[in-house]
């Protein structure tokens, strides 16, 4: 494919900071054991990270299975495996998830499920590096871009305040 177009390139950069986002919700959830949630989040970068890698190299795919298919044809062409079972893997996270409650093992699964997904992103992401990558929330944007009047000005998302934890009080202490 030759260099994309400006359009092209704002949806490049779309997919990978939506991606990103996606997988970073997918952990907090998974941190908090709303496994229902993180696969649903899991799903949504895995395929945005897909369907970047097609669209620079100029292919469409726009529905699930056209996505499942390109993710292992890239596992096949790159000779790596976390890439080419992502949605495999994926279709498993629920079953894990479910006899996870029964079995200590099957915790112990759902964590090499999630290591092998978001490894797999990563990889899907590197496959693409961005020219101008957007600063995350927690960055502050680069000097440069405050200097250059044909970028736009970052929006900011009002971030909601954390909840201060509670501490747990030693009843015994106070007798």
């Not at 952990?27 to 229902?36: I, K, P, T, Y």
């Not at 299975?65 to 629920?94: H, K, M, T």
Request: aromatic share 4%; glycine share 2%.
């Amino acid at each position: 494919m030759s260099q994309p177009s400006q359009q092209q390139r704002a949806r490049l950069t779309r997919y990978h900071g939506q991606s990103i986002r996606l997988l970073r919700d997918a952990m907090n959830e998974a941190r908090q054991s709303r496994w229902l949630r993180c696969e649903e989040l899991l799903w949504g970068s895995a395929t945005l990270a897909v369907k970047r890698v097609a669209l620079s190299r100029g292919d469409d795919v726009d529905d699930r299975p056209a996505v499942e298919q390109y993710a292992q044809s890239l596992g096949r062409e790159r000779n790596d495996r976390r890439i080419r079972d992502l949605f495999s893997r994926l279709n498993s996270f629920a079953d894990v998830a479910d006899r996870m409650r029964e079995s200590r093992a099957e915790a112990q699964r759902l964590i090499a499920i999630l290591e092998d997904v978001t490894s797999a992103v990563e990889r899907l992401w590197d496959m693409l590096p961005l020219d101008n990558p957007p600063a995350s929330p927690d960055e502050p944007a680069s000097q440069d871009s405050y200097d250059n009047p044909d970028t736009p000005t970052p929006r900011r998302r009002s971030a909601r305040p954390r909840r201060p934890r509670q501490r747990r009080i030693n009843r015994d202490d106070d007798e």
